[in-house]
């Protein structure tokens, strides 16, 4: 196996659609979804449209900075022309690689746990999990086109799954009993409410992981925006149909104490028919999650590799154009918490909030990126523009640091989310200031010249009159 002519672009929208809205339906987002209606009530639906919008405001700068650079390193291509290496570096490898170690490993335990109780009680969940990892990986191996069929099947069948549960439930179909008094009062909390924002953002987030398939999308410019933009808002419809259902059905209390709210619901609106359901919903969403890192990750890694950001074997391409080492090193790093028993859910979930605090991070350089490119490319043709001059960005860096100010409303639990976000951030920091230094042999902060990256002929026709550095 050795390096090809490069990526295969063969992917059509809907596949778009469904890479975007891969990571947003985690199992752990179901579980945020329940408890975030728990706590609220309906109100919860205000923090939701304003996460929404704030991730819509996310789609907007990934959008722009995608038509100007449709390039497979994502954020990090991005970041060079504006921040310089550095900057690209620690935004994948805090804000993506190393946070996802945890993520990809937390979703890959659930299934495990979840066909271990339900369908083969004497099997061990750890071997259901790695098994489902190596699966994984060898698919994304074969092919682009394998990772997008079955992508479009998990989607598709987990978001369905979740609307039609919803849908008999809120129509009064289900054959449980309904638990009125969770409608009494829309919003029960008043202004605090807000401080759920951070916990509806966990709803949407990953609409971007789209982006590193660019070098395999056939219409990288218009079908990326269409796909982030069409996910947001099918995710938003179909939670807050599930979400009402819930409380319809489920006491408040009990949602916003369970560890499978989502499970829960579907017990209460279909009996043992929902419980069923979600639980094969739940494997269903894990896997959509972990096929969607595992596709999405090493092509940021092979990104780096290609810049010399990384170790050059990264970015080897198998004879079927896939970054055949990346995937392969990205699932080893997936299974490692699994193996050495890290992934349990009680760790994962400071980790996952602690991740989350980088993801915010990396929001803000890119919503940094489209405001100096602006500056410094201001007649290079962007298929796609964020409207509303730089409003949106400067919205939307705003509402990050709220969120990362305000991330979890109990103080002893938000004490350790920024414990282990320092620690993400400090070793992200350390390692990208040595590889840029020692490696590349570069400043920090040396910018790549925009017609470096996406190439003179391409600088040309994107029609820019700027010369770069």
């Known amino acids: 196996m050795g390096e090809l002519q490069g990526l295969k672009r063969s992917l ?7 890479a975007a809205m891969g990571l947003v339906v985690a199992s752990t987002t179901l579980v945020s979804l329940g408890q975030g209606f728990g706590i609220a009530g309906p109100g919860f639906i205000i923090p939701m449209v304003i996460a929404m919008i704030l991730n819509l405001f996310v789609a907007f700068s990934f959008a722009e900075l995608s038509s100007i650079i449709p390039k497979a390193g994502g954020i990090n291509h991005y970041t060079l022309p504006a921040l310089g290496p550095f900057a690209g570096l620690m935004s994948v490898v805090a804000g993506y690689v190393l946070v996802n170690i945890f993520a990809g490993s937390a979703e890959s335990t659930i299934p495990g746990l979840v066909f271990s109780e339900v369908f083969a009680p004497s099997v ?31 989607t598709t069948l987990m978001m369905g799954t979740l609307l039609v549960i919803g849908i008999i439930g809120l129509t009064g179909m289900g054959a449980g009993e309904p638990v009125a008094t969770s409608f009494d009062t829309f919003n029960m909390m008043g202004l605090s409410v807000l401080s759920l924002t951070a916990l509806a953002f966990w709803l949407f987030l990953g609409l971007e992981f789209v982006t590193p398939l660019a070098e395999e999308i056939r219409k990288p410019k218009i079908y990326i ?21 819930s409380i319809k059905y489920v ?11 989502h499970v829960e619901a579907g017990m209460a609106i279909a009996s043992r028919t929902g419980q069923v359901w979600m639980a094969i919903a739940t494997i269903l969403a894990a896997l959509s999650t972990v096929n969607t890192l595992t596709a999405a990750i090493p092509r940021m890694i092979y990104g780096l590799a290609q810049e010399g950001q990384a170790p050059r074997i ?28 890290l992934a349990t859910i009680e ?33 290079t043709k962007r298929a796609f523009k964020s409207p509303f001059w730089i409003l949106p960005q400067l919205i939307g860096i705003g509402g990050m640091i709220y969120m990362m100010l305000n991330i979890f409303p109990e103080p002893e639990i938000k004490r350790m989310i920024y414990q282990y976000a320092i620690i993400f951030l400090v070793v992200s920091a350390a390692g990208s200031a040595l590889w840029v230094k020692l490696v590349m042999k570069k400043g920090l902060f040396e910018v790549t010249p925009l017609e470096e990256i996406i190439g003179a002929e391409a600088f040309a026709e994107a029609g820019s009159k700027e010369i770069a550095g």
């Open 12 to 18: 059509g929208l809907w596949p778009c659609i469904a």
């Open 124 to 154: 061990n969940p750890k071997l259901f999990s790695i098994g489902m990892i190596i699966v994984l990986m060898l698919v994304n191996i074969r092919g682009i086109d394998f990772f997008a069929y079955l992508q479009m099947f998990l």
């Open 225 to 245: 925006p269409i796909a982030m933009f069409s996910a947001l808002l099918l995710i938003f419809i179909t939670k807050v149909i599930y979400g009402l259902a």
């Open 251 to 261: 006491p408040l209390d009990v949602l916003a104490s369970s560890t499978a709210p």
């Open 314 to 341: 990264l970015g080897t391409l198998s004879r079927w154009q896939t970054p055949w080492v990346a995937i392969v090193f990205a699932s080893a790093l997936f299974m490692a918490p699994i193996i050495i028993g």
């Open 347 to 379: 760790i994962i979930v400071v980790f996952i909030l602690a991740g989350v605090f980088c993801y915010f991070i990396t929001y803000i350089i890119a919503h940094l990126n489209v405001i100096i490119l602006r500056y410094k490319y201001p007649h």
